[in-house]
């Protein structure tokens, strides 16, 4: 192989085609999303147990001094009945009107986690699209232009037939946050934001826009009250009923409420006011109550596509901006956090969370899809705030996570490792589950007769110019499509050695740039059927769904587990 300096001037379309070391361990460029299956009884794993015990151990120490303040804190496997994590902690103090222990079926207040339940109700809703202005279903929107004293311009006045539902639902409509008369009573009389949805229409247009819609995001409390609207006036329904029929009571959410219960069931730190107030028009943002034991079932409820079809869930699972900051995106209402650094693989994973905050309640639920996870924290107390409750998230996310990902890489290494074969075409396939990255490295693929890897490059230059001689690595990817017992999954390439894809990286101005496995897939292609395309097929359930053998679908070759 030549030196990496002649590789990269000589061929400069290689830089194209490497990624960066730094981006996945050793190199390895996947695709978005799962990299193995997750596994499906995580908490009969040493490895998970172990990590559980450690988490409540570390946990116990954060929260063991707090003397007002209540947490509850679970972890829910989407393929098991019992939580994986299920801690509660009750401290000293506590206003009697409340629950004098905390446990998982504890009410807190959850301030914007409310907005999930308004985006989902606008899903849900027959006849409202996410990309129709709303002016379609608000109609009296653009009045409130004529409430500026001066000159209505851009500056002045929001174009409200440009503001859309998704953009008011990802935060993107460029509108006000919040609708406070007084600053000076915000936030410590918490009336403040109580006000009806008429100081709304009277007031509201004097407020001017902060962004164009689509430039950048904003957090806005008052979008959320104008999609409740939209909700009330196609449904017919109050927003409260609607949540209620459509979403709460299919998912059996029986203590989770739009206006404050009964007392005895509430996590009420002394002399708390927030637990009683009502936020006024801001209710659909942020004024929802619930508990640990139904934030579990409605983000399983989720993930599992109870509320929404499967391909409706993935497109609102995905983000509609960035922000200034690299390791957060946002959705609808989603905050998509993305980080490199709590596996082992070290490869990008995506968590959709949303927190909430009002007076002294703190929330956080996020849901982890590549592992089939859902995390709740609920907090309330005077030592508490939405810092504290990340942290605890935090410290959730990279204690466990670590220990799910070895689970699932046992069961992968059950269900798929080994080697396959036909005799007749001399094929084989041969398939591992190691330390060194993410999915099923391919260490044997030989059709026919001819190995595979060593040719890949042939393959490569029917969509580009000749490329060098390269160090190749394989690995395989499930694509999340099944029909009954198969299931497909790619093979993603990986050109060149760490070193010289760090180097050829090192010329680029933005990080990562050269993981390009979405430009690069299904390219290879012989009468219709890609190259990089396997399926494997299951045993039933009752032999553990392990493979038992592969079809090379552009090879035409059907190879038996051995």
């Excluded at 936020?279 to 929404?308: M, Q, R, V, W």
């Excluded at 032999?543 to 552009?554: D, K, N, R, Y």
Aim: hydrophobic residues 40%.
């Amino acid at each position: 192989m030549r030196p990496t300096r002649h590789l990269l001037k000589a061929y400069p379309l290689l830089a194209v085609l490497l990624h960066d070391v730094f981006a996945t361990k050793n190199s390895h460029c996947p695709p978005l999303g799962a990299v193995l299956p997750a596994p499906t009884s995580p908490s009969s794993h040493p490895a998970v147990q172990s990590a559980v015990s450690t988490l409540k151990e570390t946990i116990g120490t954060l929260i063991e001094g707090l003397n007002g303040t209540a947490v509850s804190i679970g972890v829910k496997s989407l393929h098991e009945i019992t939580p994986l994590v299920d801690i509660h902690y009750t401290p000293p103090v506590l206003d009697p009107r409340g629950a004098s222990q905390i446990d998982a079926s504890t009410v807190y207040r959850i301030g914007s986690v409310s907005k999930v339940f308004a985006v989902l109700a606008l899903l849900k809703t027959s006849g409202i699209y996410m990309q129709d202005p709303v002016t379609k279903y608000l109609p009296r929107l653009r009045e409130l232009n004529q409430q500026q004293n001066g000159a209505i311009n851009q500056i002045t006045a929001v174009d409200w037939d440009d503001v859309t539902l998704q953009a008011l639902a990802s935060h993107m409509g460029g509108i006000g946050s919040d609708l406070v008369t007084d600053l000076t009573s915000f936030p410590s009389d918490w009336t403040a934001l109580g006000l009806p949805k008429a100081h709304f229409w009277d007031n509201f247009g004097k407020r001017n826009p902060v962004f164009a819609p689509y430039t950048s995001p904003l957090y806005s409390n008052t979008a959320f009250f104008l999609l409740s609207l939209v909700v009330e006036s196609v449904s017919g329904s109050p927003y409260s009923d609607f949540v209620q029929e459509h979403i709460l009571d299919p998912v059996g959410m029986s203590r989770t409420f739009y206006t404050k219960p009964d007392d005895k069931l509430g996590a009420i730190s002394l002399d708390d006011t927030v637990w009683n107030s009502s936020l006024g028009i801001e209710d659909p943002a942020g004024g929802f109550y619930t508990n640990t034991e139904d934030l579990l079932s409605f983000g399983e409820a989720i993930l599992t596509n109870k509320l929404l079809s499967s391909v409706q869930t993935r497109r609102w699972l995905k983000p509609v901006t960035f922000t200034s900051s690299s390791g957060m995106f946002i959705g609808a209402p989603w905050e998509i956090l993305r980080a490199d650094n709590v596996t082992s693989d070290q490869r990008l994973v995506e968590f959709y969370s949303k927190g909430g905050n009002v007076g002294a309640y703190h929330a956080m639920l996020v849901l982890v899809p590549d592992y089939d996870l859902v995390i709740s924290v609920l907090m309330t107390g005077p030592e508490t705030s939405g810092g504290v409750v990340q942290l605890l998230t935090s410290q959730t996310v990279t204690g466990l996570l670590p220990a799910i990902e070895t689970a699932g890489k046992d069961a992968a290494r059950a269900a798929f490792a080994g080697t396959y074969g036909d005799e007749e075409t001399n094929s084989t396939l041969t398939l591992e589950v190691d330390d060194e990255g993410p999915g099923l490295n391919i260490t044997q693929w030989v059709v026919r007769g001819t190995d595979v890897p060593s040719h890949w490059l042939n393959y490569l230059s029917a969509i580009s110019r000749s490329l060098p001689e390269v160090r190749i690595a394989m690995r395989l990817y499930p694509s999340g499509l099944t029909a009954g017992s198969k299931t497909s999954w790619r093979v993603a390439v990986d050109l060149g050695t760490p070193e010289e894809i760090a180097q050829a990286d090192a010329q680029r101005f933005w990080p990562q740039g050269s993981c390009v496995a979405w430009g690069l897939m299904d390219r290879a292609v012989y009468e219709f059927a890609a190259l990089d395309e396997m399926v494997f097929g299951l045993a039933d359930a009752e032999s553990g769904g392990a493979a038992t053998g592969i079809e090379l679908v552009g090879f035409r070759a059907m190879l038996q587990r051995i």
